[in-house]
């Protein structure tokens, strides 16, 4: 997945986390809170804070406990609610940690690791948008990004997926 950034959704302007299949038209997006949705996009911008934030202080401990970030998987949505889990590498062996996606995600974005989502989850909560310069497949995705809100992801189908 691309991490393709932080978008308001309005008028509740509630932050929308948004990701991009690698190999196809179909985005995920994931509500967050607006702490998180700062700390992705201060991390995309590439601002280095003076004193480290919660998930900069996190990729520092993760480095000092000798490991890395290899990768984030976004697994499933339940609920309403989507799941993710954090993957490491440490010494060789892999360690994974049930996270909350915003937080993963944010991580990834610090430490250029790559982002990943089960395919069945894009499949239930992807909203597909062809990208051969369709201007109006965007504008229905925009339009798509303006009406919804959380709790249309409630029953784990979005709007108009059926």
Known sequence: MELVGVRIELPTNVPILLLREGEGSRYLPIWIGPNEATAIALALQGVEPQRPMTHDLLALVVTALDAEVVRVDVTELVDGTFFANLVLDQKGQDVTISARPSDAIALAARTKAPIFADRGLLDEAGVEIEEDGQ????????????????????????????
């Not at 504008?139 to 709007?159: A, C, M, Y």
Request: charged share 45%; proline share 11%.
């Open 135 to 162: 201007e109006e497949e965007i504008e229905r995705f925009r339009e798509f990004l303006e009406d919804i809100t959380p709790e249309d992801f409630e029953s784990g189908t979005p709007p108009g997926s059926g």
